[in-house]
């Protein structure tokens, strides 16, 4: 994929970008928002700028990618890539806003590295860009045609509210000009635009956490607290603190076509699924789809919670476990109600928890949560291939190594 000589000065380079990509990263969004104002208001997500999980994401997508070009040059990270382009087709990014990016993303690299920048090192370094680039344009524009969307969003009626927890609520929304629903796989999500009193649009993606097939949708949303989110200090969450503060039954929402590339594979495999927090609502759909198509094999069903009363949709996660043939689940809770099993308070432990040969496994929750699920499973020999998961947030999986 990459040129040979581009490789040998990539290579050569890597450890001092890799060294000062936060610093480039950094640099680059100020430089952005500086030029496109309304790129910050209306398109990047504040409270990730604010946290800085944006710029560490970013630097660690780079990072990855530019390391993988010249330590796999026959291979091309897939994953990675339709990670990022269904995050992006869900916001609607389009191909002319890469040029915008370039432009202040090389900018920023010339300011930190000076003169370290020569025309070899700059040809080189544009090469990867636009490898990066030009794949997640190509896998947009094939989400885009599959979607038969446009990258906008449209006018969704709220149908339906429900208190799941002091800290979680339930919207059921159609579309506003009853057309059809559209069609989407369990586990994925919707990018959900709100306009706030200071007049800056903001989106946000939501899970959706009902099965398809369903005469309307479902999201599930958790009032973001300060600290709370993506396991990185953040501010209050400006979209969901809305969403609960203004929004009712007969409220209209922005929101888009389904995206998302945490989906149920097409197998008879043993399964085990996997969440923490308000990462319990991709896993809500996938159980519903498993009871709805008869699924037969095993399925183990993990969740971690601060508390029971703190577990959105827990009787909804235990009845679609229970209507399985072969499932059983293991809830761990920081403060358990009285007679909850003691080797079941604190943090999730799969230790005694058996998982069968061929064991293919979902996870969504905060990153250290999934981290540690992850380690466990690769020590019972579930292969890396068959452990599969969702960040909400920026992915700061490849920013933390």
Not at 187 to 209: F, H, K, M, N, T
Not at 327 to 333: L, M, P, S
Request: net charge negative.
């Amino acid at each position: 994929m990459l040129s040979e000589p581009s490789a040998v000065t990539v290579r050569a380079t890597l450890p001092v970008v890799g060294a000062a990509i936060g610093e480039i990263t950094e640099r680059f969004y100020a430089g952005l928002f500086a030029a496109h104002p309304e790129l910050l208001r209306d398109l990047f997500n504040r409270g990730n700028q604010a946290a800085g999980t944006q710029r560490q994401a970013l630097a660690g997508s780079i990072a990855a990618f530019a390391t993988h070009l010249v330590e796999h040059p026959d291979e091309r990270p897939d994953a990675m890539l339709s990670r990022i382009a269904h995050k992006h087709a869900s916001l609607g990014v389009a191909p002319e806003q890469y040029g915008v990016v370039h432009e202040h993303l090389f900018a920023a690299i010339v300011e930190v590295l000076g003169d370290a920048v020569t025309a070899e090192v700059a040809a080189a370094w544009d090469e990867v860009y636009w490898l990066m680039a030009n794949a997640l344009i190509a896998i947009e524009k094939r989400l885009y045609e599959e979607n038969a969307d446009d990258g906008s969003l449209r006018p969704w009626v709220v149908t339906g509210r429900v208190e799941e927890t002091e800290d979680v609520a339930s919207f059921r929304i159609r579309p506003a000009d009853g057309a059809p629903l559209p069609d989407f796989r369990a586990g994925q999500y919707v990018s959900v635009g709100v306009e706030l009193p200071d007049g800056a649009r903001q989106i946000r993606q939501y899970s959706l956490s009902g099965a398809p097939g369903a005469p309307e949708r479902r999201i599930s949303v958790k009032r973001v607290r300060a600290d709370e989110g993506t396991g990185a200090p953040c501010p209050e969450g400006e979209v969901s603190g809305h969403l609960h503060a203004h929004v009712r039954e007969g409220s209209v929402l922005e929101v888009s076509a389904p995206y998302g590339d945490l989906v149920l594979d097409d197998t008879d495999a043993p399964l085990l699924i996997a969440s923490a927090g308000i990462g319990v609502t991709p896993m809500i759909a996938m159980l519903e789809q498993l009871t709805l198509a008869g699924h037969k094999a095993p399925v183990t069903v993990v969740h971690a919670d601060r508390s029971p009363a703190e577990h959105a949709l827990r009787a909804e996660h235990e009845r679609l476990a229970g209507e399985l043939p072969d499932a059983e689940t293991h809830f761990w809770y920081e403060r358990p109600e009285p007679g909850h099993p003691a080797e079941r308070t604190g943090p999730a432990d799969l230790s005694d928890v058996t998982v069968r040969p061929g064991t293919h496994a979902y996870l969504c929750g905060p990153l250290p949560f999934m981290r540690a699920v992850r380690t466990q499973l690769l020590a019972k020999g579930v292969p890396a291939r068959d452990i599969h998961y969702e960040v909400f947030g920026p992915d700061l999986w490849l920013a933390r190594g």
